[in-house]
């Protein structure tokens, strides 16, 4: 006869870990080294490049590591968002970013510290310190947004 879940003593099992980092493989994780995320983006300024001309230094958003019904996304997953997002805060303009009159008659479409929205392949992209940036063009800005999180891919 089998045991009822109240039967069986779950304090010989242990405790089960909040987060498994390697599922399946015996190869030990290196620590994840902390990225550049658009919260500590102020503290890495110093590594940070200066756009040139009219360029704009773009952090992409960053998923919730907790989706909304409470499920870890792996690392993986992570890493693929980030890549394929469409949105990004704007860290830095170049000198000549949206001094066009000509093109932007009605002044530049964003400032520093504004959620954009921008195309998929726009841009060249680069990591520093474990984060991907992108310089885009000032006329690759397709929205400003107020909640990056509003945005689904």
């Known amino acids: 006869m ?4 109240e039967e069986i003593d779950l304090s010989s099992i242990g405790a089960t870990p909040e987060r498994v980092l390697n599922f399946g493989s015996d ?3 290196e620590p994840v080294k902390e990225g550049i995320t ?3 983006y102020e503290t890495h300024a110093d590594k940070l490049p200066n756009p040139t001309g009219y360029r704009l230094l773009i952090l992409p958003f960053t998923p919730p590591e907790k989706t909304k019904g409470g499920i870890m996304l792996a690392k993986q997953t992570l890493d693929k968002e980030r890549i394929a997002t469409v949105v990004g805060l704007v860290v830095r303009k170049g000198p000549d970013a949206y001094s066009d009159k000509d093109k932007f008659p009605e002044g530049a479409w964003c400032d520093e510290g504004d959620w954009v929205i921008f195309g998929r392949y726009a841009g060249a992209r680069f990591n520093i310190d474990g984060g991907d940036m992108r310089l885009l063009n000032d006329d690759e800005i397709l929205a400003v947004v107020n909640n990056p999180e509003d945005i689904l891919q």
């Open 2 to 5: 089998s045991k009822t879940t």
């Open 27 to 29: 190869t030990p994780i």
């Open 38 to 40: 658009s919260e500590n």
